[in-house]
């Protein structure tokens, strides 16, 4: 383990993985992350099955078992996703008994075309978590306003959430009411609160992104100078928002019945702009009690180059919050922004999923049983 990723898990950060494929589990790839680079958990999405099935013939046996057995493709994208969740979970299955069920979690998200529907996302959450059945498996539900209530009643279950796609602070402490009203009906129904875990991931990136889009259609000096601080300052509100959350009385009240914190986990941290330092959505938000979800060659930088400087949120506050109203004063829209980010957000995991699906059914075609 670097000096940086150890100095990162010191600070409170936990190191997640955001990829996974069967190759990567199978060569003990995985199994390397987490005993030399620190990492605790893996993330899940549609984009990232559908790079690794593609292809991969370490799939061809369970595909070929399936097209024999004539499965739908929706059934067969399900069970070769699971497989691998559940390996993944067996994998970091340690971590998770080490923390104290903390960590050595891994996502798996529900059909993002169920993004709009409350009713079918709890079901497959359900279905999902009864599919892997570890207990260190997150279900991801979309923080869409038809996911709010899904991640109550899911909760409510008993069932792990992490909770994605979230861009706004408006939206984020609406995650977080979901959520402890999730945990207020648990404790209720006389569920164990310390069994239930989520992370509410807010997405980072992608908000510079279009931000930066925008100010450079405008030009001018300060349009320039607003560049690339949007996405940090976003984050660093959450994480004074989560502070608000957990030093409130209907927090306490819960955590003395054994709740765990829903931790802010940091999404989308690859760096899409080759002019910012590559590591600088991990650096930048160094806070206790975070979750920062990496993809490999965010890892990789951040333990050959990340300089890690110790807590770079708390005490940030008044900054970020002028630099976004510096963005109202440019004339740009937070709120039109983070609405079309969502959208966006949602449209992006139903084409990969699309294309995942259509994947696996000419894999289906090719290994189905010839007359």
């Known amino acids: 383990m670097t000096d940086a990723l150890q100095r990162l898990s010191d600070e409170g950060v936990a190191i997640w993985l955001d990829d996974l494929s069967r190759r990567r589990i199978e060569s003990g790839n995985l199994a390397e992350l987490v005993r030399d680079s620190n990492v605790v958990g893996v993330t899940t999405n549609p984009t990232i099955f559908q790079k690794a099935i593609t292809g ?20 067969a994208v399900r069970m070769i996703t699971t497989a691998d969740v559940r390996n993944a979970c067996d994998v970091l299955r340690p971590v998770y008994d080490a923390s104290d069920r903390r960590d050595g979690r ?12 409350t009713e ?5 959450a359900r279905q999902l978590w009864w599919l892997v059945d570890r207990p260190n498996l997150f279900i991801k539900i979309p923080a869409t306003e038809a996911g ?7 909760i409510a279950a008993g069932i792990s959430v992490n909770v994605t796609l979230i861009f706004s602070l408006e939206r984020y402490r609406a995650v977080m009411d979901a959520y402890l009203t999730g945990l207020e009906k648990a404790k209720a129904a006389g569920r164990d609160l310390a069994s239930i875990e989520s992370v509410a991931s ?27 601080k949007a996405a940090i ?12 959350v957990i030093a409130s009385d209907r927090w306490q009240a819960l955590a003395a019945d054994g709740a765990q914190p829903q931790r802010p986990l940091w999404a989308s941290t690859g760096v899409k702009d080759p002019a910012y330092n590559d590591t600088r959505y991990v650096v930048e938000l160094v806070a206790p009690g975070t979750v920062n979800t990496m993809p490999e060659a965010t890892l990789e930088a951040t333990a050959d180059h990340g300089e890690v400087r110790g807590d770079t949120v708390r005490g940030t506050y008044e900054q970020a919050r002028a630099d ?4 109202v004063e440019l004339g740009i829209s937070y ?5 079309l980010l969502e959208d966006e957000g949602v449209e992006k995991f139903e084409v990969s999923w699309n294309e995942l699906l259509q994947s696996v059914s000419g894999q289906l075609e090719r290994f189905a049983p010839r007359d």
């Open 106 to 117: 891994v996502s798996i998200e529900v059909d993002p075309r169920l993004a709009h529907n």
């Open 120 to 124: 079918a996302t709890i079901a497959e």
């Open 233 to 244: 300052a976003n984050a660093r509100l959450a994480y004074a928002a989560y502070e608000e």
């Open 335 to 339: 709120e039109e922004v983070v609405k």
């Open 324 to 327: 976004l109203a510096a963005l």
């Open 202 to 228: 807010f997405f980072v990136s992608r908000v510079d992104t279009e931000i930066d889009k925008r100010l450079d259609k405008l030009g001018g000096d300060a349009a320039s100078a607003a560049r690339g």
């Open 148 to 154: 709010l209530p899904a991640i109550t009643e899911v």
């Open 56 to 75: 991969d013939e370490l799939y061809d046996e369970q595909l070929r078992d399936l097209a024999v057995r004539g499965v739908t493709v929706d059934e």
